[in-house]
């Protein structure tokens, strides 16, 4: 697997708990990039993780996603947005790049569990149990993970404050 | 460039599934953000309403360029749509679709200062990529649009007056496009109000129910002539919702999210509300909901506004064809039974049977002359055309007023299901039939002259 450079020396902005259980509560993640041209590349994530030392760990589909991971290989900025089903409270995060891993034994369990929540919370929120089953397949065996620090982040739940930065 | 075509894209951009919107700035760091909605311009075109993703506005200005994904709620295919910036409107048909719908949605949250559209920002459409991905097979029971339009109209045709028109058409919405719950609502009251003159699928029947101008989907429908869909009314209440608590938090809003008033589903997920308009001005509005997610998407849409058009020129047809309507001679049958007093409140035109209301304005008035030429002559039947033509009860310009008065009241007493009824008795004619006697009370006269 091609990997793009180191992450960022910056110290992680913090998450809170809070934006922590939304991250890995079976929310809905999107992803974007930008071409060499710089315009935007956007695609869906199955879940993320946060780890330990404050970086997230973002998994999605390769095949799906060919375009967003070339822009992420050659080290373009990125962007993460989680979005909770049930009541679209969301934050973004952003970072100068990322780094491109394979995804390990314990990402799949892990998104296992955060899929189904999803899948539980698009039900939840009037979809059909058929809409909210194939929102949510994905294939284990074409999973990568994306690593990056968040360099800044931001509420995105819409409304007056939509996109006020957390301090740093 | 060869151009894009969307239109095979339209369920994919009703917004069922959560639409993913991402740009950059100059330097080409990204935004990505959840939007409520991808809005059909034409084939080649997309809009997006700009109201509150300040960063998302900044980027388009700077780059002109925007990326969105969007999900067939039937297969669960996803497409990307490379997009270029074009125009941002503010004003015209287009807007005023989107910022209604908008508006509809902001009302049930008590949010509608808040939730405003500021402009809609018209996209052409530079490239359209399937997702690869597992879809699902489409679905091949649906039923042929336009093959339950044309037997609609075929239905339409043969109403010979409005009550039959607007009974009929809610028929034809369950009994051709299986939609369950419906309602027409009738345009022309002096402070602009819409009320209910036909419904079915419901508990309660709720004619005369109101609805104020600009009020949910109906009212906003009617005030902006436009129709007016929210096909995951769930979603959009949670979306709402968010935002209203975060308003109310703010300060920005203080009251209370007001309700629907009329009797509707208690948890509708799909409204759609259609002006329905003669002589280009809106003289209702056809009203349907569902409790599925996304009952009513952009084809739905565009056959019930064919149906709404039509049931206008036929209620415009009905109209002429009753003006030419002749007087015929009255004709006296004694009243029988038990006794009642009617009593009739100039104040408002309510009328009261006893002591329970019955209505109130134009249909209250028009009653109240009924009941006193009744009393006065004996007098039984009695024609629309002579009440068009009577000042004092102070019509509204449009005809169908008086008809959907008529049947509004008429339903009412048949909803009381006491000593009054109204009955028709040919065309532009009606009988008042009393199967009590009647006592006349005018309270505030005798009040002003005590």
């Known amino acids: 697997m091609a990997r793009s450079s180191e992450l960022s020396d910056n110290v992680p902005v913090a998450m809170s708990p809070d934006l922590i259980a939304l991250a890995q509560g079976g929310s809905g993640v999107a992803v974007a990039s930008s071409d060499n041209r710089g315009a935007p590349i956007l695609g869906l994530a199955v879940g993320c993780r946060v780890k330990p030392d404050g970086s997230l760990r973002v998994l999605l589909g390769r095949r799906p996603n060919e375009a967003l991971i070339a822009a992420l290989e050659r080290d373009r900025a990125v962007a993460v ?88 | 460039m060869t151009a894009q075509r969307i239109d095979g894209l339209r369920r994919a951009l009703e917004g069922v599934m959560a639409s993913v919107l991402a740009t950059c700035d100059a330097d080409g760091v990204p935004n990505v953000s959840m939007i409520s909605q991808v809005h059909y311009v034409d084939p080649e075109r997309v809009a997006l309403s700009y109201q509150f993703f300040n960063k998302t506005r900044r980027n388009v200005m700077a780059t002109q360029r925007a990326a969105v994904l969007v999900t067939d709620p039937g297969t669960l295919s996803h497409y990307r749509l490379e997009l270029a910036f074009e125009e941002t409107r503010t004003g015209g048909p287009l807007f005023e679709s989107m910022k209604a719908k908008l508006a509809g949605i902001a009302s049930h949250h008590g949010v509608e200062d808040v939730f405003r559209l500021l402009g809609a920002d018209i996209y052409r459409v530079l490239s359209i990529d399937q997702v690869p991905g597992p879809i699902l097979p489409p679905e091949t029971d649906r039923p042929s649009l336009l093959a339950a339009t044309r037997r609609t109209f075929a239905s339409l045709d043969a109403c010979g007056d409005l009550d039959d028109l607007l009974d009929g058409v809610t028929a034809c919405l369950e009994r051709e496009f299986g939609i369950a719950w419906s309602m027409v609502l009738m345009a022309g009251t002096e402070d602009g109000r819409l009320y209910t ?254």
């Not at chain 2, 996304?294 to 209620?315: N, P, Q, S």
Request: overall charge negative.
């Open chain 1, 81 to 168: 947005t989680v979005t909770a089903t049930r009541d679209h409270t969301s934050f973004q995060v952003k970072a100068s790049r990322a780094r491109l891993c394979a995804a390990c034994s314990d990402d799949l369990p892990e998104m296992d569990r955060q899929i189904s929540l999803f899948r539980d919370g698009l039900v939840e929120i009037g979809y059909s149990p058929r809409q909210a089953a194939g929102y949510s397949v994905y294939d284990p065996d074409d999973l990568v993970a994306v690593e990056l620090v968040p360099e800044r982040v931001f509420t995105q739940t819409p409304g007056p404050g939509a996109g006020t930065e957390l301090p740093r």
């Open chain 2, 197 to 450: 003159v036909a419904s079915r699928g419901y508990s309660t029947t709720g004619v005369g129910a109101e609805v104020a101008p600009g009020e949910g989907v109906i009212g906003v429908a009617a005030q902006e002539n436009t129709p007016i869909r929210i096909g995951h009314m769930t979603r959009e209440y949670r979306y709402g919702a968010a935002i209203s608590e975060i308003a109310r938090r703010s300060g920005v809003v203080c009251d209370a999210p007001r309700l629907i008033p009329f009797p509707g589903l208690a948890a509708p997920r799909s409204q759609i509300a259609l002006p329905i308009a003669a002589e280009g001005q809106v003289v209702g509005v056809l009203f349907a909901e569902s409790d599925e997610v996304m009952r009513f998407g952009y084809e739905e849409e565009d056959a019930l506004a064919l149906v709404a058009a039509h049931l206008g020129a036929r209620m415009l047809l009905l109209r002429k064809e009753a003006a030419d309507e002749i007087a015929e001679d009255p004709d006296a049958s004694p009243p029988s039974g038990d006794h009642v007093t009617v009593r009739f409140f100039r104040a408002d035109q309510s009328v009261f049977l006893g002591n329970d209301y019955l209505i109130k304005g134009v249909a209250g008035a028009i009653l109240w002359r009924l009941l006193n030429e009744h009393r006065d002559s004996g007098r039984t039947e009695f024609t629309t055309r002579e009440l068009r033509l009577d000042p004092s009860l102070r019509l509204p310009l449009h005809s169908e007023n008086l008809d959907a008065r008529l049947i509004l009241l008429r339903k009412r007493l048949e909803e009381r299901g006491g000593c009054l009824r109204i009955e028709k008795s040919g065309r532009g004619r009606f009988r008042l039939v009393a199967s009590s006697a009647i006592t006349l009370e005018e309270p505030d006269l005798r009040e002003a002259g005590s």
